[in-house]
């Protein structure tokens, strides 16, 4: 396992690279300040569970279900600016790429652990953020798009 330093400093580096990206994506500029602010802190979060994932031995079944509902604000938020779900899944394929992109860089502290922390890393981001991708095309396919404006449990 690589150490607390390295899983730290990649944590910075995939924060600042998919929030670079993500920025760039169609739609997301329309969203209010409030909405950003929001996501910004979804993000910060599926970073630290992605960490938290990858040092975990078991299946993290609690982080997958957590993975599936922050997916689903994502996509409560897409509802709202009228954002299909290819765009919404755009994003995440943005992030995704990003991702990989900065755990295949790796760091300089850690290049004798890096090829087998980062498919490690590799899988255990993948795994989470399908269930993400799952969180947010659920309410495409379940819900009513006139309900989209009140979604249920909504934590804003």
């Not at 670079?20 to 409030?34: D, F, H, K, L, N």
């Not at 994932?53 to 599936?68: I, K, S, V």
């Not at 992030?95 to 300089?108: A, N």
């Amino acid at each position: 396992a690589a150490s607390p330093h390295v899983g730290s400093a990649w944590g910075t580096h995939a924060l600042s690279s998919t929030r670079e990206r993500i920025t760039q994506q169609t739609g997301v500029a329309t969203y209010e300040v409030s909405e950003r602010q929001t996501e910004r802190a979804l993000g910060q979060r599926l970073i630290g569970m992605i960490l938290q994932f990858a040092a975990r031995t078991d299946g993290g079944e609690d982080l997958l279900a957590e993975a599936r509902a922050i997916g689903q604000q994502y996509a409560w938020i897409g509802l709202r600016h009228g954002q299909t779900v290819v765009e919404l899944l755009r994003i995440l394929s943005a992030m995704r790429s990003t991702l990989i992109e900065v755990t295949l860089q790796g760091t300089p502290e850690a290049p004798a652990e890096h090829v087998s922390g980062s498919v490690r890393l590799l899988q255990r981001l993948e795994r989470l953020l399908d269930e993400v991708q799952i969180g947010m095309v659920e309410p495409y396919v379940t819900v009513d798009p006139g309900q989209a404006l009140a979604p249920a449990g909504d934590n804003e």
